[in-house]
């Protein structure tokens, strides 16, 4: 074998293994990157505005609940504003409800009359958001529900469904996933929802889901079609997993449009929850409400804003986070990315900020809120941040970046 032709053949052979030892986890590194989402609940649901569970709570039947979809024609739906909102919040995906429980399609759907392009609004409002994340280069999700409410025989759940009704409800949802990942370009995220008791193998999910990956090689799949998918999916609670994770939260307690929640919660306490994901290498997916117009609220509006303010100055410490091996229960929590190890201090403690078990020795330490940079006094592996300002900067989190001299370690990982 001439000596060029040897060389091809390992180029080939590194090339092969560098490929199908990376597509795994490369597919899914973006996300892990992104670690901050922006989930949309947006439905003929939006028009009262009582949340997006009004259909069952109510009790209300079909005949008078699909009178909504005739008055659904959002004139001021423009997914462009939603998602240079969540752009400017530092949020880096978006992920919309293609249809909720109730069975209503945002989308064209040749197997269902009730969609959006067959009723009030008559157009297809899933195009004009993919379009617009597409344009935007904005990262997009496709939540689907597969629980069916307006579908004879489904109410109420919580036993299993009939044999026929599990069959209709399963090929429907299977043509519609198709529909979704055939008809919109690249879709990043299918977020499934709404299993019902007849779980996975009523569903047949791992159909459904075959075919998604087969139509989409890249998609995201989470684990909510009763399989494990490619992450799991905490609701309205931070539990860190041993696999890509993402929480979801409300930002006050309904998902879908309810102007009289105003149990919101405070700026300071969302970032907490972002900052608790990203240290803890999970993502954080957001939930805006826009009302039955295509609005936002101005309460979220004004929270969203808040956030990409502070983003802008601190968001190093979230994109691509995960946990730090030095810890500071005194002080809040700790992220790292790469070699850079972030303080989010919740407590601030005065123009000293003291830190310990730090088997590394600490370069430097910007205070991002000012800039400014912390004198360093390190005594083994304990260190004292002084000059700082004795008042916190910020109202929110305030975050100290740290360098090291080589990777940061702790003097001892027992110490938690
Ligand atoms: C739940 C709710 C639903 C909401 C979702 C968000 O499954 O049924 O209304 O869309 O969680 O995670």
Redesign the pocket.
Known sequence: MNQHFKLFLLFLLISFTISTTYSQDSKIAWWQEARFGMFI?WGVYSIPGRG??LMYQEHVPFSEYKLLADQFNPQNYDPKIWVAKAKAAGMKYVVLTTR??DGFCLFDSKVSDFTAPKTGAKRDLIREFVEACHAARMRMGFYYSLQDWHFPGVLPQGSPLKPETMKLLADQAYSQVRELLTNYGKVDILWF??LTVDGPEGWRSKELLEMARKLQPELLINDRAGLPGDFG?P?NTVTAQSRPWES?FCMNRT?GYAPYDRNYKPVAEILRLLASCSSQGGNFLLNVSPNGNGQLPDEQVDILDHIGKWMSVNGKAFYGAGPSPIVAPNLGMVSMVNDKVYLLIQRWPGSTVPLAWCGSKVKSACYLANGQYARIEQKSDRVWLHDLPQEPVDSYLNVIELTFEGKPKASDPAYK
Request: charged share 25%; proline share 0%.
């Open positions: 609940h997006e569970w909720h429980h929802d709404g999916t609701e979801c998902w």
